[in-house]
């Protein structure tokens, strides 16, 4: 059983997996008077004697049962995603609360029996999710609840992947990641999709509907980056939210740490506010701008350093890592914790096909947010659902198609059938001449 938390001291802290999110974690325990890093698990013993330089006293152990026997309260899984499930649960068997990097787990089940495991323990389990801690993000939800552009309107998130330009990944790091993606869990719809899809629940609460279009690209043999994607989804408010994705290999991007380009952006009746940059150093704008009643606002004095995000994710009032002081230390216990956790509805559109999927009882504790729906980097996965449906003659259809696939690509080359679909429905409602039926609904 877990020591009842808060301890009145500091948090002892045991850290597993010395990898490269290692070095982003730490400084959530660096000079913090809450918490005391006492033991560090590796199973790379190279890795194991060259880390941790900071806390010289703590106890190494290339063994995890050894390491789980160590006397600490708190447990940090930094381990590959397909070993949290493994990891997580016999921390908490052993009697630690654990903080788990993101992504959960890889299915379903596995999120389930971490849930469960915690429950057993009476042991607080949370997912770390840092984006949510970054000062610009925070800034933006600020605005949005303020009123300043009005009621919002939509929420639309871009991200380009380039890969060159930011930290080294060393290649056995990319090699577990190259693996999932192998198993439909891509390093950016799922991976990285984790802390997009946090953004959009906690910005906009839950979603009762998804739909995507994830592309494929074979940078390798075998190896597959899951882009071109779109996802788009509707939160039980009704505002609608899209996530696009590109993948531009030979843009350099300057980043102290991976090289996303990120834009972040929710209208609202009367303007917008915006995130120019997150995980990389790319617009060299203000971080946060705002638009409303004809003025262009900026903010120039943010901590829009991406790496601050971990550090506050830890030191946050109320989280694991917060042994003192007055706020209680309520780490989230599975889905229905604090929201932290994304919860989403099952939606397991077939490919080309229309009808999404069901939400059911069962599929609650979702935990990879919309990824895990999507069915990633499929062979035949290029498919979209159309967001928008309205009748039309295939005549109609191709016509329309087509000119906008002129306009826009100076090509009379066809497009196919989906996209169609999509660009009709949309060339309509913009002109007037059909009105959007709702789609058809999760029940
Ligand atoms: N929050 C973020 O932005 C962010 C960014 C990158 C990675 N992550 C997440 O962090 C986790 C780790 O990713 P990474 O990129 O640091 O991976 P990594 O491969 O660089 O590091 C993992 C480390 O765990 C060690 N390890 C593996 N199995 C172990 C076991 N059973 N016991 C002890 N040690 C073990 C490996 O030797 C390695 O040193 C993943 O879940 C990943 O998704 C989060």
Redesign the pocket.
């Known amino acids: 059983m877990a020591v009842p938390l808060p301890l009145g001291r500091p948090v002892r802290v045991g850290i597993?997996?010395?990898?490269?999110?290692?070095d982003?974690t730490i400084l959530g325990y660096r000079g913090n008077p809450d918490a005391e890093v006492v033991a560090l698990?590796?199973?790379?013993v190279e890795?194991l004697a060259d880390r941790g330089t900071g806390w010289p006293d703590a106890a190494r152990f290339s063994d995890?049962d050894a390491?789980l026997a160590a006397d600490t309260d708190l447990v940090e899984v930094?381990?590959?995603?397909p070993?949290?499930c493994?990891?997580v649960c016999a921390a908490l068997a052993a009697g630690h609360h654990v903080n788990?990097?993101?992504?959960m787990a890889v299915t379903l089940d596995e999120a389930d029996r971490m849930i469960a495991a915690a429950a057993e323990a009476d042991a607080h389990l949370r997912v770390?999710?840092?984006?949510i801690f970054y000062e610009p993000l925070r800034v933006l939800r600020e605005v949005v609840e303020s009123g300043a552009i009005g009621p919002p309107a939509g929420l639309h998130m871009k991200m380009v992947a380039t890969g060159n330009g930011g930290w080294e990944?060393?290649w056995?790091?990319w090699e577990?990641?190259f693996q999932m993606a192998g198993k439909d869990r891509g390093i950016l719809m799922y991976?990285d999709g984790w802390?997009k899809y946090s953004v959009a629940r906690w910005l906009f609460g839950p979603v009762r509907e998804v739909r995507g279009w994830v592309g494929r690209t074979e940078v390798g043999p075998g190896i597959v980056i899951d882009a071109p994607s779109t996802v788009a989804w509707e939160h039980t408010s009704g505002l609608r939210g899209t996530w696009d994705v590109t993948f531009a290999p030979d843009m350099l991007m300057r980043s102290d740490y991976?090289t996303n380009d990120e834009r972040f952006e929710v209208t609202g009746r009367k303007g917008f506010v915006r995130v120019n940059r997150c995980t990389a150093r790319g617009l060299q704008l203000p971080s946060v701008e705002v638009y409303a009643d004809g003025e262009l606002r900026g903010y120039h004095a943010l901590d829009d350093d991406w790496g601050s995000s971990?550090r506050t994710q830890t030191r946050a009032p109320g989280l694991p890592a917060h042994g003192r002081g007055s706020g209680a230390l309520v780490g989230q216990r599975g889905p229905g914790g604090a929201g932290l956790l994304p919860r989403c509805p099952r939606v397991l559109p077939p490919p080309g096909a229309g009808a999404p999927g069901r939400v059911t009882r069962s599929n609650r504790a979702q935990v990879s947010a919309v990824l895990m729906e999507v069915p990633a980097a499929r062979p035949s996965s290029r498919y979209w659902v159309p967001v928008t449906r309205v009748r039309v003659t295939a005549t109609q259809r191709s016509e329309l198609a087509m000119r906008w696939w002129s306009t826009v690509r100076g090509s009379r080359a066809a497009p196919t059938a989906s996209s169609c679909t999509t660009v009709l429905a949309l060339a309509r409602v913009r002109a007037g001449t059909a009105s959007p039926t709702r789609p058809s609904r999760v029940r």
């Open positions: 597993v997996g010395l990898g490269r999110i290692y982003l698990c590796d199973l790379d890795r995890l390491f930094l381990v590959p995603t070993f949290h493994e990891v788990v990097q993101k992504p770390m999710e840092n984006f990944v060393p056995e790091t577990w990641y991976d802390h991976y971990f």
